[in-house]
């Protein structure tokens, strides 16, 4: 099984906020599948954007990555 990855929180919440729509914010915790999904829908025309800047805020414990300030 993968290691959790150490993710910076605040850097992950800026490209959520400023370049979610084309899945950075997904790239950074490295869940390229759905970076490139998210790239092509542009954000799932800006629903999946939101809900992840939503998670991300709140420091949703996503599989694999430990926020760090």
Known sequence: ???PRDVNWILTLLMSIFFGSLGIDRFIMR?????LLKLITLG???IWWLIDV???????PFKNI???E
């Open 1 to 3: 099984m993968d290691e």
């Open 31 to 35: 869940h390229v599948g759905l970076g």
């Open 44 to 46: 799932g025309f800006g």
């Open 54 to 60: 939503i998670l991300i805020a709140t420091k949703y």
């Open 66 to 68: 430990n926020w760090v």
